[in-house]
């Protein structure tokens, strides 16, 4: 009588490792994020800069960067406004798309990593 192999699946500790990846992944993909447009930021006094923030919602698997600050809007949304070398508009939202690669490979990265246990 031949002996057969038998393969068992826990599919739920392949969901929760694959969730926990995805969240390592996020909070690193949104700090990311943050470091990068930090460095674009208008910057006089640096109050705009330090008030960047990256926030992760585990549950719901959502990321957020912002700043907070009466000026951050006009300062991201005003183009003709005049900023220092280096310094733009469009602080975050130049990043995200310039860096969407990076975080998503950051985000990839801990799923796998998490998948092979």
């Given amino acids: ?27 690193l993909a949104v700090e990311h994020l943050l470091q990068v447009s930090r460095t674009k930021v208008p910057h006089e006094e640096g109050t705009l ?31 003709e406004y005049q900023h220092d ?10 990043p995200l798309m310039t860096e969407a690669a990076v975080m998503g490979e950051l985000f990839a990265a801990q799923v796998r990593r998490s998948l092979r246990g």
């Fill in 1 to 27: 009588m031949a002996q057969r192999a038998t393969l068992k699946l826990n599919v739920g500790k392949i969901r929760a490792a694959e969730r926990a990846g995805a969240n390592r992944g996020g909070r």
């Fill in 49 to 79: 800069e330090r008030s960047g923030v990256a926030s992760w919602d585990d549950a719901e698997m959502r990321g957020a960067v912002s700043y907070d600050t009466p000026y951050a809007i006009p300062q991201h949304e005003r183009l």
């Fill in 85 to 94: 070398e280096g310094r733009q508009a469009k602080y975050l939202e130049e």
